[in-house]
């Protein structure tokens, strides 16, 4: 008999998740986490740490680019305190973590601090500083993740060329900051740091920054940011880096002109993506097949190929995002219990949390237009929005595509202040398979930045009101 | 577990029936006892009930096909049902619908509230909801579902849209063998009202004769009189109204509607009386027949008999009846089953009358004999009743002089 019904390896927002819910179902749950806090990259690391920068910036930017002179507001130049700065993030992300383990006490879950390795189908050792333990499971979930993606030539000290890890922990705002990836984790760290005072330069290996986003929402975006300040090498990839006593050397190339360039910085952060965290769980002495990235490879019940052995999240195929793993979490542990469940990858929101916001859900127009499928486009300016320009927040817009046959909404992309809030009221139409005009015929207040998604929803039919 | 469905037993000399509709599709959910399958056989429509519960997890025969009894319909796989919420841990998942979209038919609990654009189009085309095929979540119906099932037609509650096949005119090879021809407007009015009949009413006949000759003996001693005093032919349907009346006010359920959860008895008797016409069936209504004469119903009859060849009866002389007598004795029909003219309760068919030898204490003599139908809606008319109401007819007209005395 297994001390637990279910083990999971990781306590990131998949695995928390999906512990807590296996819980709730009756399953006795045991969690290895590796770090001292749960959490996993999200909390301590990742999405809370950065969005509570931002948040801060935000407000340092707000005072100290004199734009609230505008509004009579007059004062004179802040100072920046970066270690309160820090301290204030740092608190966040503490309450949190402490918040998770409150959880796990509650749906009383086991805990166990150290690293895990799957050393059977139903046995995972922990070890730690003070040795070494195995437990037994009738299930194993494997939650652990994913790291950053390393460059070639470029190696990560933490220190003077950051991952997003220690971007979020500088001692002091770089003069000269390049991001060396135009995704949204790059361009999230980037305008933190801008507005703190850095001088940033995003280099990109593509033609475009966000891949794999709508592109004619990516480029409005791009516009955007360099009219923020915000100065964009495309078509550039880096070929080494080179620290010195305080700043960093890189050599790039243009691959387009061949163009070979040298780029100084204080500090350069690599943010070129995130690979799976599936190294050293003893799954190649199981047996765990893994596609040739990394991922684990699952069935639509996240099992692996060894029966007893699931795996959500990171480590896994489909967009590398906290609540799709989250999702899969949820929807793994349902269906190991009788429940019916199913995660619909289309229907994954993604968002940048930088200002504007940028929210993507469902198909770009490059998409259909790929596919040749016959849609229908709706698209409406916050400029001509009456709370956004009561509240000075005009950049950015709504676009909402439609199936043409049957008004049905396919995708919808958003520039635009809260865009990541405004987006949900699309993904709940979008959930029941509703239409454009479900949208546009459902009373939305007044004056709020949802009617700008309201507006879309009409253009996209019958044509919009307000412009 | 794997259980086969298969054809049950159909009834006597029955060994073969139709697929008419599979009400659950491949990889639904099926409950024990549900109906899975329609089947059709020349004498009745059945519902096949699944013997587990647990999912369809293959469809054999399809719709349509002729299948025999103990034929293969489909096949179950048995287990539980998928339930939202599970408090034993390790439950074996036995069914096939994990991780997929199961398929739904249209559910009427969550299309209690249509979503915006659905409600527009609804209304804007008078459609049946429950008519269109949902393809949204948990069965619920989207506008795409809508735009699809007006482009396919077959969803208007509006009888009076003219039908887009209408128009279509047969122009293949098979012209001189076949021809289609648009149904008219009042036959399809026809129609519907026929199947509306008897979806509503639980409609059964009851049956009687009646021995014509003290009738036809009266008719003989008084015709020529009558017909100089009232300038109208004696017929038989005067004095058949006339004994209907008598039988109504005995029955007053007969003369009865049954409208929403009540019963409205009504307490005048509009008789309507079937006139054929070479476009189809009508029936003028006798308006207050219980205050007419005999020889006063024999001219409203005859008046509405020329009119009608003409098409010029009102619709207003068409409504409100609360009865109906029609006579398929005049083509030779000898014995039917009328069908209820809605909203009524109660049709009296009158028949051919033909001499039979019949009983007559212990002899056999010849009679004219007449049968008598009387449909009626089981609803809100017993057996008894029925059968009583009959009777009374059917004394009265063998004794006319119950007539006179109100008896």
Not at chain 2, 332 to 338: C, F, I, K, R, Y
């Amino acid at each position: 008999m297994a001390e637990f019904d279910l083990t999971v390896l990781g306590a990131g927002p998949g695995g928390y998740v999906a512990a807590i819910r296996a819980a709730q179902l009756g399953m006795k749950v045991a969690v290895i986490e590796k770090r001292k806090t749960l959490g996993g990259t999200c909390l301590n690391i990742g999405c809370i740490p950065s969005k509570a920068l931002l948040h801060t910036s935000e407000k340092f930017e707000n005072v100290n680019s004199g734009d609230l002179s505008k509004y009579g507001i007059v004062l004179s130049k802040p100072k920046l305190n970066i270690s309160k700065l820090m301290e204030n993030k740092n608190r966040i992300v503490s309450d949190l973590t402490k918040g998770i383990e409150f959880l796990f006490n509650k749906n009383k879950i086991t805990t166990f601090y150290g690293n895990g390795k799957i050393v059977t189908p139903s046995e995972i050792s922990v070890s730690n500083g003070n040795g070494n333990k195995t437990i037994t499971s009738s299930k194993i979930m494997i939650a652990t993740g994913s790291l950053v993606a390393p460059l070639k030539n470029v190696t990560i000290d933490e220190k003077l060329i950051v991952s997003s890890t220690g971007a979020l922990d500088l001692k002091k705002v770089p003069n000269k900051l390049i991001v060396v990836g135009g995704g949204y984790i790059g361009l999230e760290m980037g305008t933190v740091w801008r507005r703190l005072g850095s001088q940033v330069t995003v280099v990109e290996y593509l033609d475009r920054i966000l891949p794999g986003m709508d592109s004619e929402i990516a480029q409005k975006f791009k516009q955007i940011l360099q009219k923020q300040g915000i100065d964009f090498k495309l078509n550039t990839g880096i070929e080494d880096a080179k620290t010195l006593k305080n700043s960093v050397q890189l050599s790039a190339t243009n691959n387009l002109t061949k163009e070979r360039i040298s780029l100084e910085a204080d500090v350069v952060l690599v943010s070129t993506g995130r690979i799976p965290h599936t190294k050293n769980l003893g799954l190649e002495g199981l047996g765990v097949k893994l596609s040739d990235k990394g991922q684990i490879l699952v069935n639509e019940k996240f099992e692996t190929n060894v029966p007893t052995i699931y795996a959500i999240g990171d480590a896994i195929p489909g967009p590398m995002l906290a609540h799709k793993a989250e999702e899969d979490g949820v929807a793994a542990v349902e269906m190991m219990n009788g429940v019916a469940g199913h995660v619909d990858y289309n229907l994954v929101p993604g968002i940048v949390y930088t200002s504007p916001e940028v929210a993507t859900l469902g198909k770009t127009e490059d998409d259909l237009k790929q596919g040749n499928i016959e849609y229908s486009k709706g698209v409406f300016p916050f400029s001509a929005n009456s709370r956004a320009r009561a509240i000075n927040h005009t950049d950015g817009l709504v676009k909402i595509l439609t199936d043409k046959k049957s008004d049905k909404v396919i995708g919808v992309h958003i520039i635009g202040h809260e865009a990541g809030n405004l987006i949900h009221e699309v993904a709940t139409t979008m959930s029941f398979g509703g239409s454009a005009e479900d949208i546009a015929r459902t009373c939305h207040g007044h004056p709020t930045l949802n009617e700008a998604v309201k507006e879309a929803a009409l253009a996209a039919g019958t044509g919009a009101i307000h412009i | 577990m794997t259980i086969e469905l298969l054809v049950p037993a159909l009834g006597e000399s029955v060994v073969e029936a139709t697929v008419a509709k599979w009400m659950k599709s491949s990889g639904d959910n099926i409950k024990v006892d549900e109906p899975i399958i329609e089947l059709e056989t020349e004498k009745v429509t059945l519902e096949v009930p699944s013997p587990v519960s647990g999912v369809l997890s293959e469809i054999i025969a399809n719709e349509g096909d002729t299948v025999e009894v103990g034929a293969l319909l489909g096949k179950l796989t048995e287990g539980e049902n998928i339930t939202a919420s599970s408090n034993t841990p390790n439950k074996e998942t036995s069914t096939k619908t994990v991780g997929e979209k199961p398929e739904v038919s249209s559910d009427k609990k969550n299309n209690d509230h249509l979503s915006p654009s659905v409600q527009r189009l609804v209304t804007e085309n008078n459609l049946d909801v429950s008519k269109v095929k949902p393809s949204g979540k948990d069965g619920r119906i989207t506008k795409g579902d809508v735009l699809e099932a007006i482009k396919t037609g077959g969803v208007s509650e509006d009888l009076n849209q003219e039908s887009k096949t209408d128009q279509k005119i047969s122009s293949n090879q098979d012209d001189f063998l076949e021809e289609r021809v648009p149904m008219s407007r009042l036959r399809k009015v026809i129609a519907k009202r026929l199947k509306d009949a008897q979806n509503t009413a639980a409609m059964l006949t009851t049956f009687n004769e009646v021995d014509m000759s003290e009738f036809m003996g009266l008719r003989t001693e008084y015709r020529d009189n009558f017909e100089k005093e009232h300038k109208v032919k004696l017929g038989f349907m005067g004095m058949f109204v006339q004994a209907t009346i008598s039988a109504l006010k005995a029955f007053p359920a007969v003369n009865a509607e049954i409208n929403g959860d009540d019963i409205i008895y009504k307490k005048y008797n509009n008789i309507g009386v079937a006139v054929g016409t070479p476009q189809g069936l009508v029936v003028p209504v006798i308006k207050n027949a219980q205050h007419l004469s005999l020889p006063e119903i024999e001219k409203t009859i005859r008046d509405f008999g020329l009119r009608a060849r003409d098409g010029k009866i009102s619709m207003d002389e068409m409504s409100g009846g609360t009865f109906t007598i029609s006579n398929g004795g005049v083509y030779g029909s000898l014995m039917s089953t009328p069908i209820l003219n809605p909203p009524q309760s109660g049709i009296l068919g009158m028949h051919k009358i033909q001499n039979r030898p019949i009983a007559v204490g212990d002899k056999i003599e010849i009679r004219p004999m007449m049968y008598l139908a009387f449909s009626y809606d089981h609803r809100i008319i017993d057996g008894r009743e029925a059968v009583s109401f009959l009777v009374k007819i059917k004394e009265v007209i063998e004794d006319p002089r119950r007539l006179v005395l109100g008896i």
